[in-house]
């Protein structure tokens, strides 16, 4: 079992954060939905910071406080006190947080503990997978969708772009502008998330999950530079994007772990990888 380093709660108390081996947990915390805020947008941005310069974490994963809800989005109620000119710039600090996680050569995993609507399917879509927690037995599907159209407005925290990259514009278009909603099993069907758990044991599955990307198994320098290629030449030309592919291929073969790959395969043995 990995071991765990002790909780530390951000700064207006959101969003919490931890280590399990090599693996960074992001929590947001705001009870009961987990809404997010410009405090909650503040602590998550300095907790990505703090997982990318973590040295020990290889993986991020990124999920919500309790059982029912990963994030309902943005907090209604405070959306309705504050002036038009406030939430732009509201959306843009949200929007500039999520390309962290982008930004950051570490595999981000959303683990959608509950439901994951609107913007909480927005912050779940700047990870680069996802997966997604069944109900228990008997009790009403956790939903996952985008249906701010019901509020007169757009996903406007990256899910009109993120959701057609991901699924294509036509079927993106129809599910926002329908609200359609998904449960996990519907998720996984439509290539919205890359697995369905069973409720219990959901966060021990996710952290095994997380650690088949992790040294010693895994050459996880290796994996953030995959990301870094996919994320950064998907809307280059073609040769911008082979062009970053090389130069990316190339700092992995002058790693330690690519050597260490290399010499595994020629004798023969399991690798032991050090994320260098």
Not at 152 to 172: D, I, M
Not at 184 to 193: C, I, K, Q, S, W
Request: glycine fraction near 10%.
């Amino acid at each position: 079992m990995a071991t765990e380093t002790g909780e530390k709660l951000m700064a207006h108390g959101r969003v919490r954060t931890r280590r399990r081996g090599r693996v960074a947990w992001i929590v947001l915390q705001c009870p009961p939905a987990n809404t997010y805020s410009y405090e909650m947008m503040r602590d998550l941005d300095e907790a990505i910071l703090a997982a990318r310069m973590d040295e020990e974490a290889e993986v991020i994963v990124l999920t919500g406080a309790g059982d029912r809800f990963f994030c309902a989005g943005a907090d209604i109620a405070m959306l309705a006190e504050v002036t038009p000119r406030w939430k732009h710039s509201f959306c843009l600090h949200a929007n500039e947080t999520l390309l962290r996680f982008a930004n950051t050569p570490k595999l981000v995993i959303a683990a959608l503990n509950g439901h994951c609507v609107g913007g909480g399917l927005e912050v779940a879509l700047a990870a680069d997978l996802r997966l997604a927690r069944r109900a228990p037995e008997g009790a009403k599907p956790f939903q996952i969708g985008l249906p701010e159209v019901k509020l007169g407005v757009l996903p406007g925290t990256g899910g009109t772009q993120r959701l057609s990259r991901l699924v294509g514009p036509e079927r993106a278009i129809e599910w926002m502008c329908s609200a359609r909603l998904f449960t996990a099993d519907e998720a996984l069907a439509a290539g919205l998330v890359s697995r369905a758990l069973p409720f219990e044991g959901f966060e021990d599955a996710v952290q095994e999950y997380a650690e088949s990307f992790t040294s010693p198994g895994c050459a996880a320098m290796a994996v953030g530079h995959v990301k870094r290629a996919v994320q950064g030449g998907i809307d280059l030309p073609l040769e911008g994007g082979l062009a970053l592919e090389r130069e990316l291929q190339q700092r992995l073969f002058e790693s330690a772990d690519a050597a260490e790959g290399i010499a595994a395969y020629v004798e023969k043995r399991a690798p032991r990888f050090e994320g260098r």
